[in-house]
């Protein structure tokens, strides 16, 4: 499958972005889903993930309570919902199709497909 991410940009601290991350060449069924960051110099880090079927959600404590993952089954779509942005936020974003068992979604050498990745900067 196919990945295409987008959304990302220049926003202040508290504030808000949406990213999106659309499929091409086959539907999300049946996968799990998940965003990445990494930051310049940081190895890539879990953000977060999604269940396609079932909508079971897990997120990195750094995020918890301030990002939001969601899908859109009509569009083929997921999202990352970006509120209370924080400077430590910065980072270019990337989002992940794959089967990992849930003990796996964290990490990222447990996913083939990846999007191209979006800048996200937070500026103070």
């Known amino acids: 499958v196919q990945l295409q991410a987008s959304g990302g940009g220049l926003v202040q601290a508290g504030g808000s972005l949406r990213l999106s991350c659309s499929a091409s060449?086959?539907?999300?069924?049946?996968?799990?889903l998940a965003w990445f960051r990494q930051a310049p110099g940081k190895e890539r880090s879990f953000v977060a993930a999604?269940?396609?079927?079932?909508?079971?959600?897990y997120y990195a404590d750094s995020v918890k309570g301030r990002f939001t993952i969601s899908r859109d089954s009509a569009k083929n779509t997921m999202y990352l919902h970006l509120n209370s942005l924080k400077t430590e936020d910065t980072a270019v974003y990337y989002c992940?199709?794959?089967?990992?068992?849930?003990?796996?979604?964290?990490?990222?050498?447990?996913?083939?497909?990846w999007g191209q990745g979006t800048q996200v900067t937070v500026s103070s």
């Open positions: 992940a199709a794959d089967l990992p068992p849930i003990s796996a979604a964290f990490r990222a050498t447990s996913y083939t497909s």
């Open positions: 060449g086959r539907t999300f069924g049946g996968c799990r």
């Open positions: 999604i269940t396609w079927t079932g909508g079971g959600t």
